[in-house]
């Protein structure tokens, strides 16, 4: 999985909006579940969002609902993550992280595959 973050190297100011993309390549993609996780300094890693093969299911960590956005593109293997009115507690490394079982999962156990990662910073 290569996860990228798009938009002034994934540093921004609160209140802002990034997007991030995650591209997976020699499997069958659509057969996934993807996930976003995160991960500040000292703290362990969190769920953040998931989606179904279809993306008709999504869930959300309480924490982001109503901000954030996960989609995905199975015609170009690609997993987003929109971020919108970001907040400085948003300031962590997020990874893209693909499930083969079609039933959704908020924990990171539950995810096979994972991204190297990209640091998301936002500034107050």
């Known amino acids: 999985l290569r996860s990228s973050c798009r938009r002034w190297g994934g540093l921004v100011q609160a209140g802002g909006s990034l997007r991030l993309s995650c591209a997976a390549s020699?499997?069958?993609?659509?057969?996934?579940?993807m996930g976003w996780f995160r991960q500040a300094p000292g703290k362990e890693r969190e769920f953040v969002a998931a989606?179904?093969?279809?993306?008709?299911?999504?869930y959300y960590a309480d924490s982001v609902k109503g901000r954030f956005t996960i989609s995905r593109d199975n015609a170009k293997n690609t997993v987003y993550l929109q971020m919108n009115s970001l907040k400085p507690e948003d300031t962590a490394v997020y990874y893209c992280?693909?499930?083969?079982?079609?039933?959704?999962?908020?924990?990171?156990?539950?995810?096979?595959?994972w991204g190297k990662g990209t640091q998301v910073t936002v500034s107050s």
């Open positions: 020699g499997r069958t993609f659509s057969n996934y579940v």
């Open positions: 992280a693909a499930r083969l079982n079609p039933i959704m999962a908020t924990t990171s156990g539950s995810y096979r595959y």
């Open positions: 989606i179904n093969w279809s993306g008709a299911t999504t």
